[in-house]
């Protein structure tokens, strides 16, 4: 797609509505309350903007913009058990918005994305991720050829200009080498990269383990050398993918129990594990979190990371049923029955469930309130699965406003999801699991080149949808080789 074509495209809205997915799971096709609350936010945005003398274009880049959207979805998509709570006047005063879509949290992404886009991986005889990056907004961003939309390029903009994200893991992703989109190489390249904007830390990064697509001693073989070579700072592990398309369980001795010990020898104890986003002909048993809770108490040293936290977007989150074998709720379940309490080893994390739920504000107090009551405020991270969808933006301000009812607190004995909490999920909690001095992140990060970048360009106005950042590649790339913008 050219600039120019998408220079034409309507007015984004600030807080994304659509039903785009991370390439894991099939989008659901939107509901009629969500295609009715999609309209309604581009109308109260269209007259508040006429009110303020403001173009909707420019208007949508503003907080208020963001503000006008949460508030117009809360009648039509929820408000019994959740809802987005700003000022009414949160919709023309930007200091109202700024008061609750604005935040000093220390912000720590545990899943974001990019990939290699100048070796050839797409062109692999086995299935990509080409294919479906090809098909999503972001591909949309204006580059020449689609799959540099996804690069280290756009992956700096998207993440550290265009939100208030400080630190981000950089995920693995699965497949064999020849057909995998990011290497580890790559990304200790993406790191490095980062490390000399003036050196503050801003990015750790995953080694890929291959499961059943290697045998045992291969796997630890690759294990000891992403250790050794890459200083690696978890592991992924994909058991919903293997060559013979079983997966495996993270309970099975040959596989899943042995990589959890190889982690843990190798000194290196966070495994980051997708679990859930269920696609068609996705074995079952590999796709649902019934074995974490066993694998969990089978290597207390070991740190579970669950990603997505099981999410089934082919059901509706409700209140927790014990005898679930899928969702939220088979994630919940098992950590019960093994006994794995609030302070234990697993870890539910938000990648694309959060982006998913935060269109349907009574589903989002369910996942929330309940993961905050079976694992507790300490064991739940943030993340986002960027830059798949863009900027992150949207999702960090919808948290920020978000709020569980009094109804469903009395109802379900669901918590109150207060700033304290908040703050945790976003940040705190990963920064335990990975050992990190917030203090003394922050302070090496003030006054960084990625600081200094965003206080510039959130001052000044832009004529496009990209609210912060350089303007053009050549603006970026001059400003990740300079520190300045041409």
């Known amino acids: 797609m050219s600039s120019k074509a998408a220079a034409e495209l309507p007015p984004a809205l600030p807080i994304k509505l659509d039903t785009t997915t991370n390439?894991?799971?099939?989008?659901?096709?939107?509901?009629?309350?969500?295609?009715?609350?999609?309209?309604?936010?581009?109308?109260?945005?269209?007259?508040?903007?006429r009110a303020l003398g403001q173009s909707r274009r420019e208007f949508l880049q503003s907080s208020c913009g963001?503000?006008?959207?949460?508030l117009a979805i809360n009648p039509l998509l929820g408000c019994s058990g959740g809802r987005y709570r700003l000022p009414k006047?949160?919709?023309?005063?930007?200091?109202?918005a700024d008061s609750v879509l604005r935040g000093e949290e220390?912000?720590?992404?545990v899943q974001t994305h990019h990939v290699a886009a100048d070796r050839p991986w797409w062109k692999s005889e086995r299935p990509t991720l080409a294919g479906f990056l090809r098909t999503i907004p972001q591909a949309g961003c204006g580059e020449s050829e689609v799959l540099r939309c996804f690069d280290e390029d756009h992956f700096f903009k998207e993440v550290f200009l265009d939100s208030d994200t400080d630190m981000t893991v950089l995920s693995a992703l699965w497949g064999t080498p020849e057909m995998n989109a990011i290497h580890a190489d790559e990304a200790a390249r993406t790191r490095e990269r980062?490390?000399?904007l003036e050196g503050a830390p801003r990015l750790l990064i995953q080694g890929l383990v291959y499961?059943?697509?290697?045998?045992?001693?291969?796997?630890?073989?690759?294990?000891?050398?992403?250790?050794?070579?890459?200083?690696?700072?978890?592991?992924?592990?994909?058991?919903?993918?293997?060559?013979?398309?079983?997966?495996?369980?993270?309970?099975?001795?040959?596989?899943?129990?042995?990589?959890?010990?190889?982690?843990?020898?190798?000194g290196v104890p966070i495994f980051a594990i997708h679990k859930g986003l269920r696609v068609p002909g996705m074995p079952r048993a590999a796709v649902d979190a019934l074995d974490v809770g066993p694998a969990a108490k089978a290597n207390p040293g070991a740190k579970l990371l669950i990603y997505h936290s099981g999410y089934d977007n082919q059901q509706r989150e409700g209140a927790y049923?014990?005898?679930?074998?899928?969702?939220?709720?088979?994630?919940?379940?098992?950590?019960?029955?093994?006994?794995?309490?609030?302070?234990?080893?697993?870890?539910?994390?938000l990648g694309s469930l959060w982006r998913e739920v935060m269109k349907d504000p009574d589903q989002a107090a369910h996942v929330l309130g309940k993961l905050l009551v079976h694992f507790g405020e300490d064991r739940i991270l943030w993340g986002t699965d960027a830059i798949w969808f863009g900027s992150p933006q949207d999702q960090i301000q919808a948290f920020r406003a978000f709020e569980i009812t009094p109804e469903f607190q009395d109802?379900?004995?669901?918590?109150?999801?207060?700033?304290?909490?908040?703050?945790?999920?976003?940040?705190?909690?990963?920064?335990?699991?990975?050992?990190?001095?917030?203090?003394?992140?922050?302070e090496a990060q003030r006054w960084d080149r990625v600081a200094r970048a965003r206080a510039e360009y959130r001052g000044v106005p832009r004529p496009t949808q990209r609210t912060y950042g350089p303007r053009t590649r050549r603006e970026l790339l001059a400003f990740l080789r300079h520190g300045d913008p041409a």
């Open 194 to 196: 980062l490390a000399k």
């Open 321 to 349: 049923d014990p005898s679930a074998v899928s969702g939220v709720n088979a994630l919940i379940r098992s950590v019960n029955e093994h006994g794995i309490g609030k302070q234990g080893n697993v870890y539910a994390e």
């Open 23 to 49: 390439g894991e799971y099939a989008p659901t096709p939107p509901s009629p309350r969500l295609v009715a609350a999609q309209r309604a936010a581009l109308v109260a945005a269209e007259l508040a903007a």
């Open 411 to 442: 109802k379900f004995g669901y918590p109150a999801l207060t700033p304290a909490i908040k703050a945790k999920i976003l940040g705190l909690n990963a920064a335990d699991v990975y050992g990190i001095d917030v203090a003394e992140i922050r």
């Open 211 to 266: 499961g059943k697509a290697t045998s045992p001693a291969e796997n630890e073989e690759q294990m000891h050398a992403l250790r050794e070579t890459f200083r690696v700072d978890a592991w992924k592990l994909y058991p919903v993918w293997s060559p013979d398309g079983l997966g495996y369980r993270l309970d099975d001795q040959e596989t899943g129990l042995r990589l959890l010990e190889t982690g843990q020898r190798l």
């Open 89 to 96: 006047e949160a919709t023309h005063e930007r200091a109202a």
């Open 66 to 70: 963001a503000a006008t959207v949460l």
């Open 106 to 109: 220390f912000i720590l992404d």
